[in-house]
């Protein structure tokens, strides 16, 4: 009997021991056949990697990679620092819609949103400005246009509907042009002369600043996250107020901006329990860790780290980062930049720069660790409408949907992986896009198509066809110059010889400004539609205009005398 025990039992380890021989060798081949795969991928990709796993650092270079069923121009991808895949799989990421200019109309969102939602958002950060309902004392901020309160109910609805958390943004100390350029609210300014920044000493800034934010929060129950804004303060410590605080409190700029920042966070916290909220973090790089700490306010707020560059390394933001772990902070966000960035005059969004500053994100990410005992919640997409209230439009958000369907699948990703190519063209509807070229091609089928193709002929060839009409031509330089028109004469037939083109020129331009137009009014208000015509159309069309004009009326006078 216990022959037949120790028969079994040793039975049962050699089983146990085959068990784990197979298990190893299994490991073995897998491990094999994976770099081999990364092998073959690589050499046949400009990016390589198991979609699962992998992702390496990203060089500047152009590569067209063919599709299956489409093709896309890429980065050539070398072998680095590797990044792994969905590293904020748990965080937020959210897309920020600046509607301090070209506010899309709601029905717009409705199509947005469930976009956004398919291509990895899971929340989006409005920064409302003048295009809040504000009402009773703060009804003058109001533009023309804004929205309605039924219309916020319906951009959260919609929101919640597609899983995107809301959070609200509002400004608290700097980028306040939109109130203080009211009269009525003139003397809060920090300088008198400048409409960017609060006085922060002045008592009625607090208050207002109470009201503004209890109006906004009052209608974004649903939400969680508040952000304050707080960047570019610009001009604090110049006015008189400020001088004399500094010099009665032995103070700087720095323990003066945190002072306020602590008075509207300190609102916060004791008028709404549980909100959690949200800073830009660029003032808070000048101030010493020390001065941080005694404010307090590393438990109330989390610092958002903004860097727009297309090429940096993580050890280029690991200093900001130490010097918030230092200072009491617990967790950090990250912004990123998927238009806006570019130029404050900027039409075409370049896709190749806002991919590249995703992927060196995603190197930050992962050398957190590393750099700072900070917890990572989450990174903000930003998709800046204007530079600041008084500058002229940038992008429009459907001609940047290309770059933020790039930028979110190389974060969903973990970089720009042969799955987020492809999901990227399934979900524009595109048959390749061209990276280096910052273009598109196919149809598509995402929100503002139209608009998107109708921007790249007025970007790419709306200019150059009238200035090669006006300036080229040498029968209009010879026979109908500035002194011709300026004097009412020209011949006939040499003016015959260049009039047909010139208007046909201006007819096809001009249907395609009527199109245009009839896109632009589904997606915007009008104030948005007539200053962007007006700034990247008119500028030019207006010349081939007068041009035509003083055409037809010259070519009528059948030859007569020069003008006296």
Known sequence: MAFQRSHRLNLLRLVVLLLIALAGIKFLFRDSFTLELHKHVSKDSGFWGDTGDIVQDVIPQSQVLEL???????????????????????????VHLDLKGAAPRVSYLEQVFPFLSQLGANGILIEYEDMFPFKGELEVLRSPYAYSEEDIERIQQLAEQHKLEVVPLVQTFGHVEFILKHEKYQHLREVERFPNSFNPHVPNTLALLKSVLAQVIEKHRRSTWIHIGADEVFHLGEGMDSKNWMSRNKGDVGTMFLKHIKEVLGFLSAQYWGLRVLMWDDMLRKISVGALRESGIAKLVSPVVWFYAPDFEAEQIGPFLTKYAESGFEAVWFASAFKGTT???????????????????????????????????????????????YSVLCELLP?????????????????????????VLDVLGLESVQLEQSTCEGRGAFPGVEIYHM??????HLRESILKALEEESAIKGWFSPYHRKHHFGNPRNMESFGSKVLKLHEDWESFVRDLRAQLERVYFPDTVEEWVEENINPYLDQLRDLVRDYRAVIRLNGRPKAT
């Open 399 to 423: 001609v940047g949907i290309p770059s933020l369907a790039i930028c979110l699948q190389t974060l969903v990703n973990g970089g720009f992986t042969e799955e987020a190519k492809r999901k």
């Open 343 to 389: 130029g404050p005059a900027q039409t075409w969004t370049p896709l190749s720069y806002h991919l590249k500053n995703h992927l060196s994100w995603l190197k930050v990410m992962q050398a957190l660790p590393r750099l700072a005992p900070l917890r990572f919640q989450g990174i903000v997409l930003t998709g800046w409408q204007r530079y600041d209230h």
């Open 455 to 460: 921007v790249e002929q007025v970007h790419g």
């Open 68 to 94: 299956p069923a489409a093709k896309i121009t890429a980065l050539r991808q070398e072998p680095g620092q590797q990044v792994p895949r969905d590293v904020s799989a748990t965080n937020m990421r959210l």
